[in-house]
């Protein structure tokens, strides 16, 4: 078995238009920077995209979204710095938005790697975004009933990976990736360096293999901080 | 009933830090705490001597510590405002579903937070002001569930003078009678069975002038403690 992909083109060359992307990352950590911009590469439009964030300056998900890439944007906040290509966009009406707490962002995406269609958590209770969905009591707490959230790709950031797709990933830059990557049917992971099979201990795997089909070497990958400080524009 | 002038309250009011430093003498060593973004972020400089609360940030990691010099950032380490922190031994990283659980489980003692609006019953306010633009909510409606203790930090009135502390919010909720205590820049005051309790305030404040600067009945439960804090 042997997952690893030569070329971040061909990673990502699966990817038809109108597909549902979750892209990892939390702002710029953990951001797989050179898919996104393979993906921008590759032509694939009117995507649903699953974030946390609506990327910043004009590279990596800024940027597919900047090139109109991204017909519906799946996040918890899309407010930060510098994001103004999303807002000008959705001011302009021209990308809609799913506003999702994060921790129910993050609990939607495991349920839905995980085979669990519905759940029901504290979060948003009362609130506008709780509107239209169902609500039930447990213990005498009300609690609002969410939903799984899958997606036709994952696009993630790791720092080790193998052959057979196991990961393990970089200080704060996990986040959302362990998890986007059981929640995908087809799942792409960019990882600064291919180790030989047991080059990760197994007791460090963080995401085994099973939900990774696809691993290509980027080494020294770009941070999103750093291209916005030099304001690097893509493509 | 008398009414203090903009100008009175701002002479005597707390600074944003001296709130900061009255909230973070309420938490114990060892507590496990998240820090909104921004305000709420300064209460980890006021930790009394002797006493080390451990952080946590919603992206997935537990027992930061400051911000690195300038130069020293290492972009893979933020918090959930995106700045660059450090790490301190012990600390541990995370998914976000793990972070999460920390936060809805029950096992976080102190959430900070700020806040546009808190109700008497404990509603808050504080993620839109509902007046357009692009709605963002971030991890704000999660963390006002499970832990121990939520607190809001807040100027006591508005830019304009309007109570913060009010009977009923009038923006967008960020959850419902989740809010345990708020420390405003002249009171310190609890939330208890769906009324404000005063505990602690400005000794150059009434009990009179306090009560016209707010939308609800601020009632007293036991004595009430003279607010004072540092200058910082």
Known sequence: MDKQVATLAEAVAGIPDGARVMIGGFGGSGAPIEL???????????????????????????????????????????????????????????????LVPQGTLAERIRAGGAGIPAFHTPTSYGTDLAV?????????????????????????????????????YRMAARNFNPLMATAATHTIAQVSRVVPLGGIDPEQVVTPGIFVNSVVEVAEPAQEEALNRAEAVYP | MSKMTMEQL???????????????????????????????????????????????????????????????????LINAGKKA???????????????????????????????????????????????????AVGGAMDLVHGAKRVAVLTDHVTKKGDPKLV????????????????????????????????????????????Q????AELTTNGPVGDLIAPEL
């Open chain 1, 36 to 98: 996104i911009h393979a993906l921008i590469d590759s032509g694939a439009r009117d995507l649903t995209v699953v974030n946390n964030n609506a990327g910043n300056g004009h590279v990596g998900l800024a940027a597919l979204i900047e090139q109109k890439r991204v017909k519906k944007l799946i996040c918890s906040f899309p407010r930060s710095a510098d994001p103004r290509v999303f807002t000008e966009m959705y001011l302009a009406g021209e990308i809609e938005l799913e």
């Open chain 1, 132 to 168: 239209g969905k169902p609500t039930a009591e447990f213990d005498g707490k009300p609690y609002v009933q969410e939903r799984w959230l899958k997606a036709d790709y994952a696009i993630i950031k790791a720092e080790l990976g193998d052959a057979m797709g196991n990961l393990s």
């Open chain 2, 10 to 76: 701002a002479e005597i009011k707390l600074s944003n830090a001296q709130i900061a430093w009255r909230a973070a003498q309420d938490i114990e060593d060892g507590a496990y705490v998240n820090l909104g973004i921004g305000f709420p972020e300064m209460v980890a400089k006021f930790q009394p001597e002797g006493r080390e609360a451990i952080f946590h940030t919603e992206n997935g990691v537990l027992g930061f510590g400051e911000a690195p010099a300038a130069g020293e950032e290492d972009w893979d």
């Open chain 2, 85 to 135: 922190i450090t790490l301190k031994p012990g600390s541990a990283f995370f998914h976000h579903a793990d972070s999460f659980a920390m936060v809805r489980g029950g096992h976080l003692d102190v959430a900070i937070l700020g806040a546009y609006q808190v109700a008497e019953n404990g509603d808050l306010a504080n993620w839109s002001t509902g007046r357009g633009g692009v709605p």
């Open chain 2, 167 to 210: 009977a009923a919010c009038t923006m967008p909720l960020t959850g419902v009678g989740c809010v345990t205590r708020i420390y405003t820049s002249l009171a310190v005051v609890d939330v208890e069975a769906g009324r404000f309790v005063l505990r602690e305030k400005l000794p150059a404040i009434s009990m009179e002038d306090l």
């Open chain 2, 212 to 215: 016209a600067l707010m939308g």
